[in-house]
């Protein structure tokens, strides 16, 4: 039938806006959040001592106190929140930056390529992680280690750098072009990673190790001196993040758009650079380099819940932080009781994601 | 008074090149004026100036006397509407999302039952309410246009809750779209000008801009060539002076409103036999 511009019919109730829509939203959104605390609490009965989530749930419950104080949960007590409860605690934090940085990139670039490890921002940081652990010791009085406060700002700040980098190169006239970006994150992916293996060659074997952590990705050395650390900062990035969501939306439009929106485009651009710089940056210092977490996660939210990023950003959060728990479960399984550096995981679960997403959108470079 | 939308003395460069140089212009309120001109001429570039996109290098761009660069990008929102020439979208989004997007934010006091039928009025008048639910992406370019169009209307609707002394602009609104669609848009566009709003049209087709414009803005060569009604601006010697093309200008029965026909270059014979 052919429609006309002729009066809507009385009673045709528009689809489009039905509120069907929005409380698709908030199912999405409250089954992604059942789903973190159940990821939560099983990763904290997973490991070299395995325990039953009920028993995970009881300690939990009675609290740290009362648990150390009781003979028979000593043991499994000292596990659940000395060992696993940091550890899964910045799992889920780190998860849910990374899968936001991703959306707010994905959002700047325009396009559903981008991941902070993939364009370099994570390269970036790691190699001002490295520069830290490596060659710290000259710039800090005495000759103890580097303080790890330094860790999460030498990593804020080369992501910014990396971020500001790539987008300088890959934006000419307000247009992004997305080839330039891949190609540009190579190439700057490849140039920090040259520089981290120099410093690889220059470093002990205790910095070596370091390094070696910082380029597999793990969340194995948590401590709550660290969660205390970034785990603010993670959180006050998680926060402000869907304040964007307005400006990400007209974004999508184009720039030129978004100005006549009334957004203000230069100073939305540059808090969103910010967000990304110091979420991934904090992340890449206490977890190292954890790839595709970006990328994939915000595809899968925009499939489920459309790229409306007033959802997106939320529900991303939510699910990176249950891919990347549930990939740290993975690590500490597999090949038990040696861990796998949780990065490997990611990769192999994101890279043939990323190639099958290229093979099914190959038109994805000219947008 | 001060008029809507002014522009005094605007001059853009880019490098070397001088793309525009010393156009002024004023838009009434409730006037609908066309610009008109060959490519290359600075039609679009004078709508990114004063839309506040592009600073000048020199001259000033007023709203209702006040300097654009001076406005609160909210409230700039709120005043002038542009329609972009087509643009493509890298997210999923429906085309009813799309119009969304043209009034989330815009405007004061909206409830989200305002919000809604403003909406609906927009993607009816537009006529791509039963394309709402369609992704963006999957529509032709003609319907592209059109969902911008509604955008705009409803960016426009919403606005009007700050500022009823609105300013539209329409950079070729009607590139993409078929003769009814044409005719629609244009239509909907004096509409808003008998509602009091300025509208500012890029046109090629000089036909339409002469049933259309109540003041016609002829560019040439990145100057305002000529200005006023079109009875009075489309002639023989603008068409031949401005378009370098020799043709002549017809004025149809009772209101004589200019008209051109690119006469027939094929004789009979010369075409193969049916």
Redesign the interface.
């Known amino acids: 039938m052919i ?3 002729g ?2 019919l009385p009673g045709t109730a ?4 039905s509120s069907a829509g929005r409380i698709r939203g908030w199912i999405v959104l409250f089954a992604l959040a059942l789903l973190v605390l159940l990821t939560g609490l099983a990763s904290l009965g997973t490991g070299a001592v395995s325990l039953p989530l009920a028993r995970v749930a009881a300690i939990v419950l009675a609290g740290r106190e009362a648990v150390l104080g009781d003979p028979a949960l000593v043991r499994d007590g000292v596990i659940v929140f000395d060992i696993r409860l940091p550890r899964t605690l910045i799992g889920l934090l780190v998860g849910a930056t990374l899968a936001t940085g991703g959306a707010l990139l994905q959002g700047l670039f ?3 390529l981008a991941d902070p490890a993939l364009v370099g921002v994570s390269s970036g940081a790691a190699l001002a992680a490295a520069v830290t652990i490596v060659l710290g010791h000259h710039f800090v009085s005495g000759s103890g280690p580097v303080p790890f406060t330094a860790l999460p700002i030498a990593a804020f700040v080369g992501g910014l750098g990396a971020t500001m980098l790539l987008y300088a190169i890959a934006t000419r006239r307000g247009r992004t072009s997305v080839a330039t970006m891949l190609l540009a994150g190579v190439a700057i992916s490849a140039l920090a990673g040259a520089g981290t293996g120099l410093l690889a060659f220059m470093s002990d074997d205790r910095q070596l190790r370091d390094l070696t952590f910082w380029t597999l990705g793990s969340v194995a050395g948590s401590t709550w001196s660290k969660f205390s650390m970034v785990g603010p900062v993670l959180l006050a990035v998680l926060v402000a993040a869907p304040f964007l969501s ?1 400006a990400l ?2 974004l ?3 720039e ?2 978004a ?6 485009v230069q100073r939305s651009k540059r808090l969103l650079i910010l967000l990304v710089a110091v979420g991934v940056g904090c992340s890449v210092a206490v977890t190292g380099l954890i790839s595709f977490v970006g990328l994939v996660v915000p595809h899968l939210i ?1 499939l489920a819940v ?3 990023h007033r959802l997106l950003l939320p529900a991303s959060a939510l699910g990176g932080a249950v891919l990347l728990v549930a990939s740290d479960m993975v690590a500490r399984v597999v090949v038990a009781p040696a861990e796998l550096p949780i990065g490997i995981v990611t990769a192999l679960i994101g890279a043939p994601y990323f190639l099958w997403l290229l093979l099914r959108r190959n038109t994805v470079l000219d ?1 | 008074m001060t008029a809507p939308l002014e522009g005094h003395g605007l001059t853009f460069r880019v490098g070397a090149k001088t793309l525009l140089e010393d156009v002024s212009l004023s838009v009434g309120s409730g006037r609908l004026t066309v610009i008109i001109g060959p490519n290359g001429a600075g039609k679009s570039t004078l709508v ?1 100036l004063l ?3 592009t600073a000048p290098a020199s001259g000033r761009v007023l709203y209702g006397g006040e300097d654009v660069r001076s406005i609160e ?6 005043l ?3 329609l ?1 020439q087509a ?12 119009v ?3 009034i ?3 405007g004061r006091g909206l409830g989200r039952r305002d919000r ?1 039928a403003i ?2 009025e927009a ?3 537009a ?1 791509v ?2 394309l ?2 369609r992704a963006y992406q999957s529509l032709s370019g003609g319907e592209q246009q059109r969902t911008q169009f509604a955008r705009v209307l409803a ?1 426009l609707a919403a606005g009007r809750s700050v500022s009823r002394e609105q300013v539209l602009l329409l950079d070729e609104p009607i590139a993409s779209l078929d003769l009814k669609h044409q005719i ?1 848009l244009l239509d909907a566009a004096a509409e808003f000008a008998a509602d009091g709003v300025a509208v500012l049209a890029v046109l090629h087709d000089l036909n339409l801009a002469a049933a259309y414009a109540d003041d016609v803005l002829v560019m040439s060569r990145g100057r305002a060539a000529a200005f006023g009604p079109p009875r009075e601006i489309i002639t023989d010697s603008m068409v031949s002076e401005v378009f370098d093309v020799a043709l002549k200008v017809g004025a149809s029965p009772g209101p004589g409103q200019p008209f051109l026909i690119p006469p027939r270059r094929r004789t009979a014979s010369a075409s193969p036999a049916p």
């Open positions: 429609a006309t511009s009066p809507a528009p689809r489009w806006r325009r396009n559903p307005r939306n007209a999508v439009l184009g030129a758009e100005f006549h929106l009334g957004i203000a925009r459309g790229p409306d947008a | 990114k839309s506040g996109e990008p909210w409230r700039l929102a709120c002038r509407v542009v972009p643009s493509r979208l890298a997210f999923p989004f429906t085309a009813g999302e799309v969304r997007i043209g989330d934010g815009i809604d909406l609906e993607l009816r008048r006529d309410a039963h709402a639910t960016q629609a």
